[in-house]
């Protein structure tokens, strides 16, 4: 059964850090490479940034050079390091793996950032 489950969001202003979490079930973590994704209102969800089982990461051109996904294999946790949150970037953010293997979704975990 996939789980995952997201926290670590709130409320920051411009300029602030956020550190999301993710916790999914190791029928999806172990032999997958996983993302961050988010949704602002109005808009299609978009991918942020991926990390490959090996820990190597690439991330959206919107959030390069602030954000940093990482992952801990013992743990089947993925990480996404925010910095120098923009208004932009508020959206809900979701973990799932890449490409999805799944339509599974999990609640996803609300980032605010206001200016």
């Known amino acids: 059964q996939v789980q995952l489950v997201e926290s670590g969001g709130g409320l920051v202003q411009t300029g602030g850090s956020l550190r999301l979490s993710c916790v999914a079930s190791?029928?999806?973590?172990?032999?997958?490479?996983m993302a961050w994704y988010r949704q602002s209102p109005g808009k299609q969800r978009e991918l942020v940034a991926f990390?490959?089982?090996?820990?190597?990461?690439n991330s959206a051109d919107p959030v390069k050079g602030r954000f940093t996904i990482s992952r801990d294999n013992y743990k089947n946790t993925v990480y996404l390091q925010m910095y120098s949150l923009k208004p932009e970037d508020t959206a809900v953010y979701y973990c799932?793996?890449?490409?999805?293997?799944?339509?599974?979704w999990g609640q996803g975990t609300q980032v605010t950032v206001s200016s």
């Open positions: 799932n793996s890449y490409p999805l293997a799944s339509g599974y």
């Open positions: 190791r029928s999806i973590f172990s032999s997958n490479t």
């Open positions: 990390v490959s089982t090996g820990g190597r990461a």
